[in-house]
């Protein structure tokens, strides 16, 4: 009886964290794929680095006020997102403005942490993410966010797919672009919001972009590569998980490298589409 | 006693319409008016710059107008083609899944639309690896979906060859034949596109001149835009043509022996 308790009681606890690891994995990537797939069509990839970058700021302003962290988070990246969004509104100089806010709102970021005590020692965990410390709140946040962002997809998906294929087209058919692109700017800053526990601002936009990347060498529409991009970061959870658990790896950047992978993999299958 | 002859509504009306862009000091457009009548084809002709596609966007709504107006007839169903759609390799998209943005239609609908423009049987082709001419009837397919009364379209040769614009363009022709919609189309192809217009409107900022193609192209604000290539236009135009137009835009034919070239 003893022995058996004794075992026992560090399965459950294995299990417990796993799940939760798991589940606020799968959370993430289910509307990191779909929402990926616009970030690779749009070119958006400095535009989630800029928006993840800036979450740190807001992780270190939360947490320096005693403001929730979600919430906190939640805010900055909404400001940032939309200050990217209406640089390239203006279409100038993009690339360059980009990169400062990008690398700038890191910078600050990172500055400002350095005020807030116990923040400094627990940064590794908001820069890469700590998934195996997921706690059930985490999860809360992660699943409803997740949720929201793939409801507003799924609901603006057509409109959203033909501006992204050409804009005149779309505003012909009443559509307003610049709409659909502040829809895609909020659902941005959500994900990162959310994601932040669970891969860290560092890795949010490659859990965007390389999934997406991955789906393309075998995808046939729009709508293939978003599922095929959910899956394939589903499996990079997964293996990243294992990799963790059995190597000791840690598990943010082991999901990422998972995902690498199999984007590697897939890569001679794009030459092969007709 | 001639019967009096009842004019049909415009389609499209622009009055004293003047466009002026973002940041910039003069407008693109000014106090240009002009009708499309139901079942005509109206080309637009001016050089680089001369507002042609701001024309276009300003008859679409995307553009507001600083003074004067554009009036489209209540309810009217326009389709489009808008200048240099790119679709980008990024983007996995059949010709099929094209014609369902953003309203689907049926396999049915796209089969028809693709066969009234040649190009059935491309529906499971990536729209990426389609020639020019290809897609441009593709982008023609799917402006004809939703039944149009007018098409618009904003150089819609670009990138093709001279056979593949007279084709384009017999194509236009037939399908105003077919569906009795009309055509408003900017152009850089004067020879070609004056051939298949019922009325030119020569645009340069404002209208130049405009009236049926053979007397734009006798206009001499016509000829002093287009330089010494204008003359062969003329020459070549009245080789070709053997119809004439009453001067608001309705055909009449000579006989019945007529061809285009």
Same mark, same amino acid.
């Given at each position: 009886m003893a022995t058996i308790a004794t075992t026992g009681t560090p399965i459950i606890m294995l299990d417990d964290f796993l799940v939760r690891a798991g589940l606020a994995g799968l959370?993430?990537?289910?509307?990191?794929?779909?929402?990926?797939?616009?970030?690779?069509?749009?070119?958006?990839?400095?535009?989630?680095?800029?928006?993840?970058?800036?979450?740190?700021?807001?992780?270190?302003?939360?947490?320096?006020?005693? &403001?929730?962290?979600?919430?906190?988070?939640?805010?900055?990246?909404?400001?940032?997102?939309?200050?990217?969004?209406?640089?390239?509104?203006?279409?100038?100089?993009?690339?360059?403005?980009?990169?400062?806010?990008?690398?700038?709102?890191? =910078?600050?970021?990172?500055?400002?942490?350095?005020?807030?005590?116990?923040?400094?020692?627990?940064?590794?965990?908001?820069?890469?993410?700590?998934?195996?410390?997921?706690?059930?709140?985490?999860?809360?946040?992660?699943?409803?966010?997740?949720?929201?962002?793939?409801?507003?997809?799924?609901?603006?998906?057509?409109?959203?797919?033909?501006?992204?294929?050409?804009?005149?087209?779309?505003?012909?058919?009443?559509?307003?672009?610049?709409?659909?692109?502040?829809?895609?700017?909020?659902?941005?800053?959500?994900?990162? &919001?959310?994601?932040?526990?669970?891969?860290?601002?560092?890795?949010?936009?490659?859990?965007?972009?390389?999934?997406?990347?991955?789906?393309?060498?075998?995808?046939?529409?729009?709508?293939?590569?978003?599922?095929?991009?959910?899956?394939?970061?589903?499996?990079?959870?997964?293996?990243?998980?294992?990799?963790?658990?059995?190597?000791?790896?840690?598990?943010?950047?082991?999901?990422?490298?998972? =995902?690498?992978?199999?984007?590697?993999?897939?890569?001679?299958?794009?030459?092969?589409?007709? | 006693m001639r019967a009096e002859i009842t004019r049909p509504a415009p389609l499209i009306e622009a009055r004293d319409l003047t466009v002026r862009l973002r940041g910039a000091d003069q407008p693109i457009l000014k106090d240009v008016s002009f009708n499309v009548l139901p079942g005509e084809i109206v080309t637009v002709v001016g050089p680089n710059g001369s507002g042609k596609s701001t024309l276009v966007r300003a008859v679409l709504g995307h553009v507001a107008a600083e003074s004067g107006e554009v009036i489209r007839r209540k309810g009217l169903r326009i389709g489009y083609v808008p200048q240099r759609v790119h679709v980008d390799d990024r983007i996995p998209m059949s010709v099929r899944r094209f014609l369902s943005l953003p309203e689907r239609v049926s396999d049915a609908e796209a089969g028809a639309a693709l066969a009234r423009t040649g190009v059935d049987g491309l529906q499971d082709r990536q729209i990426t690896r389609l020639s020019g001419g290809q897609f441009q009837r593709v982008l023609l397919a799917r402006a004809l979906l939703h039944r149009p009364e007018l098409l618009v379209l904003d150089e819609p040769t670009q990138g093709l060859d001279q056979p593949g614009i007279v084709a384009f363009y017999r194509l236009i022709e037939e399908i105003r034949r077919a569906t009795g919609a009309a055509v408003l189309m900017v152009s850089h192809d004067l020879l070609v596109v004056m051939r298949a217009s019922d009325h030119v409107i020569c645009l340069n900022g404002h209208v130049c001149c405009h009236g049926t193609p053979q007397a734009v192209s006798e206009a001499p604000e016509y000829q002093a835009l287009f330089g010494a290539d204008s003359a062969q236009t003329l020459a070549l135009y009245r080789h070709h043509h053997d119809h004439d137009h009453d001067g608001r835009g309705h055909h009449r034919h000579h006989g019945d022996a007529h061809h285009h070239a």
């Amino acid at each position: 009886m003893a022995t058996i308790a004794t075992t026992g009681t560090p399965i459950i606890m294995l299990d417990d964290f796993l799940v939760r690891a798991g589940l606020a994995g799968l959370g993430v990537v289910l509307a990191a794929g779909p929402l990926g797939c616009f970030v690779v069509w749009r070119r958006m990839a400095y535009f989630g680095d800029a928006t993840a970058h800036a979450a740190i700021l807001g992780v270190a302003l939360s947490l320096g006020f005693g &403001a929730p962290v979600y919430l906190g988070t939640l805010g900055v990246a909404i400001v940032m997102a939309w200050l990217v969004a209406h640089l390239a509104g203006r279409g100038e100089a993009v690339d360059t403005a980009l990169g400062v806010l990008a690398h700038g709102a890191l =910078a600050v970021g990172l500055v400002a942490a350095s005020f807030v005590p116990g923040l400094r020692n627990d940064l590794n965990a908001w820069l890469f993410g700590d998934i195996l410390l997921v706690q059930p709140t985490d999860l809360a946040w992660v699943w409803g966010g997740a949720l929201l962002v793939l409801g507003l997809l799924i609901w603006r998906w057509q409109a959203m797919v033909t501006a992204t294929v050409n804009e005149e087209l779309a505003m012909a058919a009443g559509i307003n672009p610049a709409r659909e692109r502040l829809i895609l700017t909020l659902a941005m800053a959500i994900i990162v &919001a959310v994601a932040i526990r669970v891969v860290g601002a560092l890795l949010v936009s490659a859990l965007l972009v390389i999934p997406a990347a991955a789906a393309r060498g075998i995808a046939r529409s729009p709508e293939h590569m978003a599922v095929m991009a959910t899956l394939i970061g589903a499996v990079s959870v997964g293996l990243g998980l294992i990799a963790s658990l059995y190597a000791d790896t840690p598990a943010g950047p082991s999901v990422i490298v998972a =995902a690498t992978a199999i984007f590697l993999c897939l890569l001679p299958l794009r030459r092969g589409l007709a | 006693m001639r019967a009096e002859i009842t004019r049909p509504a415009p389609l499209i009306e622009a009055r004293d319409l003047t466009v002026r862009l973002r940041g910039a000091d003069q407008p693109i457009l000014k106090d240009v008016s002009f009708n499309v009548l139901p079942g005509e084809i109206v080309t637009v002709v001016g050089p680089n710059g001369s507002g042609k596609s701001t024309l276009v966007r300003a008859v679409l709504g995307h553009v507001a107008a600083e003074s004067g107006e554009v009036i489209r007839r209540k309810g009217l169903r326009i389709g489009y083609v808008p200048q240099r759609v790119h679709v980008d390799d990024r983007i996995p998209m059949s010709v099929r899944r094209f014609l369902s943005l953003p309203e689907r239609v049926s396999d049915a609908e796209a089969g028809a639309a693709l066969a009234r423009t040649g190009v059935d049987g491309l529906q499971d082709r990536q729209i990426t690896r389609l020639s020019g001419g290809q897609f441009q009837r593709v982008l023609l397919a799917r402006a004809l979906l939703h039944r149009p009364e007018l098409l618009v379209l904003d150089e819609p040769t670009q990138g093709l060859d001279q056979p593949g614009i007279v084709a384009f363009y017999r194509l236009i022709e037939e399908i105003r034949r077919a569906t009795g919609a009309a055509v408003l189309m900017v152009s850089h192809d004067l020879l070609v596109v004056m051939r298949a217009s019922d009325h030119v409107i020569c645009l340069n900022g404002h209208v130049c001149c405009h009236g049926t193609p053979q007397a734009v192209s006798e206009a001499p604000e016509y000829q002093a835009l287009f330089g010494a290539d204008s003359a062969q236009t003329l020459a070549l135009y009245r080789h070709h043509h053997d119809h004439d137009h009453d001067g608001r835009g309705h055909h009449r034919h000579h006989g019945d022996a007529h061809h285009h070239a």
